[in-house]
């Protein structure tokens, strides 16, 4: 099981450590990131997407996210990758702001997102550059996947260059919007990052849990007589909850019908016979990895599963050796 997170200083100011916020009843927990209590629209977010700046292998995000590194010799323009995670149906749009000690050159987009509204402040007394920054993708894009590249001129006695990721300045927004137009907070979880020496308030460890690995190798496979025999590999809850719908993939593990609630442990592999479909129909599945407490409630879960879908189309095959003529003729009928 993952480990416990610590709590961690703000950015903002050496003194303020941000408190865990209780979550309400059907809502996630890794909503308890500190500014949601003093964000207006707090309650229209059902789950959060990450951004964070990380100079790893995007396999390892986000158990490791790699958010610093050294500066090398004649490094005269820094180049910071920013990614987002934690995508759900996918984004297809960003709304955020980069922070720095030192000069942002630009941002440059990429996964086919493209700006359509960016602007530049310097706060006069902290000295600190802010570029804010509006993009759209053509089309959504999951995580984890590459936002883009930050460039950074550092000053000539600049030692370590930090980067910070916050609300649009001018909008005092940061949220990613999904292929349905809904909105959803976006942050970064462990607080930007640094290039040079380790700087105190990059880096940090996030507020809560990180979401649970999400349900993998998610396999739909029509099979006699309208059943559909569903195979996974789990996520690191200790359940699996599957949702079906015929129209799109379910948004949300209180979405569509339900289809199975199991026990389950990390990477076990599971299967289930879904026999509850009507013929000639197409049936979309999405998996979930759920943690539940003792009385049920969704402790934490993972909307990390653009990899955990399938579709299927389901007719009545009939295996000749194995079924009589009174069962044909009912499936003829039905």
């Known amino acids: 099981m993952r480990r416990k997170k610590p709590l961690y200083q703000s950015i903002m100011t050496v003194l303020a450590v941000a408190a865990l916020v209780a ?6 927990p890794a909503q308890c990131y500190g500014s949601l209590m003093i964000s207006p629209i707090y309650f229209e977010f059902d789950y959060l997407v ?5 100079f790893g292998d995007i396999s390892s995000i986000p158990e490791d996210i790699d958010c610093g590194r050294g500066r090398e010799a004649g490094e005269d323009i820094i180049q910071v990758p920013i990614y987002f995670y934690n995508a759900h149906e996918g ?5 955020f702001a980069i922070e720095s000690n030192d000069s942002i050159i630009s941002f440059s987009p ?5 700006i359509y509204h960016s602007s530049y402040d310097e706060d006069k007394i902290s000295g600190i550059k802010t570029m804010s920054i509006k993009a759209t993708a053509c089309m959504p894009i999951c995580g984890p996947a590459l936002a883009g590249y930050a460039y950074i001129a550092p000053a000539v006695d600049s030692e370590t260059t930090w980067i910070n990721l916050v609300p649009n300045a001018h909008t005092h927004r940061m949220y990613a919007s999904d292929p349905y137009g809904d909105d959803h907070y976006l942050f970064s979880p462990h607080h930007g990052g640094y290039v040079g020496n380790s700087w105190l308030y990059t880096c940090q460890t996030p507020i809560c849990e990180e979401p649970n690995m999400p349900v993998t190798s998610l396999v739909a496979q029509a099979g006699y007589g309208r059943s559909v025999k569903l195979t996974w590999t789990a996520g690191e809850g200790n359940y699996t909850m599957i949702r079906a719908r015929t129209d799109r993939y379910p948004t949300g593990y209180d979405d569509g019908r339900l289809v199975v609630r199991m026990d389950s442990s990390p ?4 299967y289930f016979f879904d026999t509850d479909v009507l013929d000639m129909e197409t049936v979309y599945y999405k998996a979930f990895s759920l943690t539940l407490g003792a009385a049920g409630n969704v402790l934490n879960n993972s909307f990390v599963e653009c990899s955990a879908v399938d579709t299927v189309f389901v007719y009545s095959e009939i295996a000749v050796q194995r079924s009589s003529w009174g069962r044909m003729k009912k499936l003829a009928t039905e």
């Open 23 to 28: 979550a309400l009843p059907g809502q996630v």
């Open 50 to 54: 990450r951004l964070c700046v990380h």
């Open 91 to 95: 984004i297809s749009r960003l709304e």
């Open 110 to 114: 990429k996964n086919c997102f493209e």
């Open 267 to 270: 990477g076990q592999q599971l």
